[in-house]
């Protein structure tokens, strides 16, 4: 009886654990959709024919730095500031 009391206990914190992780996840959809934005279209300039002048390039370099700032602030808010 007391092992089945333990188990239900694991399970139940288990559960809070893993709702916490994915609820915090979640709390970020603005920022976590911003990302997969710049990665799509940071695949269709990859995927466009010819420099345009450089500007593709200076476009693809723009998206890299946006990401890395998107991503800082990712972490940024699961610290919580």
């Given at each position: 009886?007391?092992?089945?009391?333990?188990?239900?206990?694991?399970?139940?914190?288990?559960?809070?654990?893993?709702?916490?992780?994915?609820?915090?996840?979640?709390?970020?959809?603005?920022?976590?959709?911003?990302?997969?934005?710049?990665?799509?279209?940071?695949?269709?300039?990859?995927?466009?024919?010819?420099?345009?002048?450089?500007h593709r390039v200076k476009a693809i370099e723009?998206?890299?730095?946006?990401?890395?700032?998107?991503?800082?602030?990712?972490?940024?808010?699961?610290?919580?500031?």
């Open positions: 009886m007391v092992a089945k009391k333990i188990v239900v206990i694991v399970l139940v914190v288990g559960l809070m654990i893993g709702g916490a992780v994915s609820c915090h996840a979640m709390e970020q959809p603005h920022m976590v959709a911003a990302m997969d934005h710049l990665r799509a279209a940071k695949a269709e300039l990859e995927r466009a024919e010819h420099n345009k002048g450089g723009n998206i890299n730095r946006a990401m890395e700032q998107v991503q800082k602030g990712i972490e940024a808010g699961e610290r919580g500031r």
